[in-house]
């Protein structure tokens, strides 16, 4: 029993699954999502009446002899669940990442533990189309489990996300509480640690996004957040470090279907720049290497910082809106699209393994900054004008005395 606004923290959720570990069942299947939240059960069902995008989802719970449904777990449970089920048994890890289930062999003679990485609701655009993702990974979810169940095959699932889609907010504090509360809630719903490539003992690149994500053909999604990050299913080997040129080479393995292997390279380069008497660490260009045939080259501008610093931007990629943009090259490069979000990355002088200070891709100027700078001119001189004109203000030097004549003044003065 859990009480209303209570947490599952990592040892209850340890205390909770391991019962489930024990029984003569070992087939385990757990099914992450990027994000999800128990109020997307409701507000997505009932939004629209149309569609159920988690018929199968209920059926599952309905006709399986137990389940168990947790409201709210910590993000860090969840993000460190993989690694507790591989040391809770000696399982088979299969990870699943085209989404293409029907061709799946399990061989039963030992305990098997099958990751499937379901594709993320897409932020930034309607609800109806996270509506269509969260319907399509229910597809998913009811092929895989009515094939093993076909097979006579019996399995446990688990269906989590790596951080939730919606944070309650308290409206009981006061303002500069709350901020701090955001702040708290957001750093902690997305933080994982970064990539580090190293050569030896030393840390020589350090790469971090909270949202690392490639359209292909104007139609494919790749999101690759959670196999760079979380899950690590990506190859660092080909990477080189140098005191002048490094390149970060991220190579995937069926990242989606239809896509065999997919390579991500960051060309960096520290250079010396007389007009400033310091060397910059530089971003010259972002490589796309599909399938080892099709390759696309993108341009980068605006990404660069000193070369003791690390560089950070909120927002990187192909869209004329973001304040770091990728440059198509080639034609090749036409046919992608690239969502970085919270991009933080160096690839020299990297000390005690994290990334130094960092410099980021928003200038001190803001348009806001630019728009208080002009109004203040403007009514400084008006002001200033103002006290001009009121300086060049002259008193008469003469005056009428009732006692006397008439002042008579010439036309002439």
Not at 37 to 62: A, G, H, M, V
Not at 87 to 110: A, R, Y
Not at 288 to 305: G, L
Not at 381 to 402: A, E, K, S, V
Request: hydrophobic letters at 35%; proline letters at 4%.
């Amino acid at each position: 029993a859990l009480h209303e606004g209570h947490i599952v923290s990592t040892q209850e959720l340890t205390k909770l699954l391991h019962p489930g570990f024990t029984q003569n069942s070992r087939n385990l299947i757990l099914f992450l999502q990027d994000t999800l939240s128990i109020d997307d059960f409701t507000y997505l069902s009932e939004s629209y009446d149309t569609k159920n995008p988690f018929q199968n989802i209920q059926e599952i719970l309905q006709s399986s002899p137990s389940s168990l449904l947790l409201p709210a777990v910590d993000c860090k449970a969840t993000r460190y669940l993989l690694s507790f089920l591989q040391e809770s048994g000696n399982w088979k890890l299969t990870n699943i990442t085209t989404l293409d289930v029907s061709q799946l062999q399990v061989n039963t003679s030992k305990p098997n533990l099958l990751l499937v990485q379901l594709q993320p609701p897409v932020s930034g655009l309607s609800e109806i189309s996270a509506l269509e993702a969260i319907a399509e990974n229910d597809k998913v979810i009811g092929r895989l489990t009515t094939d093993l169940q076909e097979k006579g095959i019996n399995f446990s699932v688990i269906y989590t996300a790596v951080r939730p889609s919606r944070i309650s907010r308290r409206t009981d504090v006061v303002w500069e509480s709350r901020r701090q509360l955001m702040a708290t809630e957001e750093e902690d719903s997305s933080s994982y640690p970064p990539l580090d490539v190293t050569t030896g003992n030393a840390t020589c690149i350090l790469f971090y996004a909270r949202n690392f994500s490639f359209i292909a053909n104007s139609s494919v999604l790749i999101d690759l957040t959670n196999a760079t990050f979380v899950t690590k299913n990506v190859v660092i080997s080909s990477s080189e470090c140098s005191d002048t040129n490094t390149t970060l080479s991220l190579k995937y393995t069926k990242p989606v279907n239809g896509i065999s292997s997919l390579e991500i390279r960051f060309l960096m380069t520290n250079k010396f720049y007389g007009g400033s008497a310091r060397n910059w660490s530089t971003i010259d260009s972002i490589e796309i290497v599909q399938d080892e045939e099709k390759f696309a080259k993108f341009n980068v501008s605006v990404i660069s910082a000193p070369a003791e610093y690390s560089f950070h931007c909120q927002l990187v990629g192909t869209s004329n809106l973001y304040p770091a943009r990728l440059i198509p090259s080639n034609n090749e490069a036409k046919n992608w699209q690239v969502f970085i979000s919270g991009l933080q990355i160096q690839g020299f002088n990297i000390e005690n393994n994290q990334f130094s200070y960092a410099s980021d891709c928003t200038g001190f100027f803001t348009p806001g900054i630019w728009m208080g700078l002009v109004t203040s001119i403007l009514l400084l001189w008006i002001l200033t004008y103002g006290i001009h004109m009121i300086m060049q203000l002259t008193t008469n030097n003469r005056f009428d005395d009732p006692k006397g004549p008439a002042l008579s003044v010439p036309q002439t003065e």
